[in-house]
T-cell receptor, first 117, second 110 residues
Framework: GAVVSQHPSRVICKSGTSVKIECRSLDFQATTMFWYRQFPKQSLMLMATSNEGSKATYEQGVEKDKFLINHASLTLSTLTVTSAHPEDSSFYIC?????????????FGSGTQLSVL | GESVGLHLPTLSVQEGDNSIINCAYSNSASDYFIWYKQESGKGPQFIIDIRSNMDKRQGQRVTVLLNKTVKHLSLQIAATQPGDSAVYFCAEKAPGKLIFGQGTTLQVKP
């Protein structure tokens, strides 16, 4: 079945540093990728939608200069948390939709636990 | 609507019993819904979906019911097993994206 690979699975960093999270579709072309954030015991909150070759669309309240998203190819999207602070500590999850664009074929990565000290 | 800031309710059931997990959605125009299962430290896994032109859909040990009148979804799990312990989310399709509901933690007691 289709697989979305997300790396790293866990990262600990110092306050003020930047962290890059990768999301790859391994056996299909993902024209659209979604980035979610999830705090402990809460639901997934959509942060942004990225389409290959174009600028990401950010949800209201999400700082685009803080959370940089790049979707340069049909198989790779990256999320960079710039100048991370403790309040950015969260579980970040990507998902990818295939070229058919159906939500039945929306696959999720395994998530990245970010801890900012 | 989105449930940011709300902690997940918990449903505790005995192994072998049936579980019913409920979800309210916000947009009466939503035409597609999905139930996901999320285990600790992992991404969501697709369980079952339903379109708005249906009110019931069955899978293996799972059934989804849709009540459009009151904007309510439910997920029924038959003969709940310890491996069913997880957080369950409903999601509704909005233009260009999926919006996740509040979620429910299911605990299965042996």
């Amino acid at each position: 079945g289709a697989v979305v690979s997300q790396h790293p699975s866990r990262v600990i960093c110092k306050s003020g540093t930047s962290v890059k999270i990768e999301c790859r579709s391994l056996d299909f072309q993902a024209t659209t990728m979604f980035w979610y954030r999830q705090f402990p015991k809460q639901s997934l909150m959509l942060m942004a939608t990225s389409n290959e070759g174009s600028k990401a669309t950010y949800e209201q309240g999400v700082e685009k200069d803080k959370f940089l998203i790049n979707h340069a190819s049909l198989t790779l999207s990256t999320l960079t948390v710039t100048s991370a602070h403790p309040e950015d500590s969260s579980f970040y999850i990507c998902s990818a939709r295939d070229v058919a664009g159906t939500y039945e074929k929306l696959f999720f990565g395994s998530g990245t636990q970010l801890s900012v000290l | 609507g989105e449930s940011v800031g709300l902690h997940l309710p918990t449903l505790s059931v005995q192994e072998g019993d049936n579980s019913i997990i409920n979800c309210a959605y916000s947009n009466s125009a939503s035409d597609y819904f999905i139930w996901y299962k999320q285990e600790s430290g992992k991404g969501p896994q697709f369980i079952i979906d339903i379109r708005s032109n249906m009110d019931k859909r069955q899978g293996q040990r799972v059934t989804v019911l849709l009540n459009k009148t009151v904007k309510h979804l439910s997920l029924q799990i038959a003969a709940t097993q310890p491996g069913d312990s997880a957080v369950y989310f409903c999601a509704e399709k909005a233009p260009g994206k999926l919006i996740f509901g509040q979620g429910t933690t299911l605990q299965v007691k042996p």
